[in-house]
């Protein structure tokens, strides 16, 4: 079975927060700071370090 990345990511996150709770201002600073470091000179860096 083959599920699309933005599915599988809305799941587990919709389940993170009904599980653990995070407060809000916490997931929108990850969710913007992910934003912007994906379109920073940093990209790169993190691709290689995650592969």
């Known amino acids: 079975m ?3 990345l933005w599915l ?11 599980l653990i709770r995070p407060p809000w ?4 600073v990850l969710l913007l700071g992910g934003y912007l470091i994906a379109d920073s000179v ?3 860096v993190i ?3 995650v592969k």
């Open 8 to 18: 599988a990511l809305l799941a587990v996150g919709y389940l993170g927060v009904k």
């Open 47 to 49: 691709d290689n370090a």
């Open 42 to 44: 940093l990209a790169p």
């Open 2 to 4: 083959q599920v699309p």
């Open 25 to 28: 201002w916490l997931i929108a």
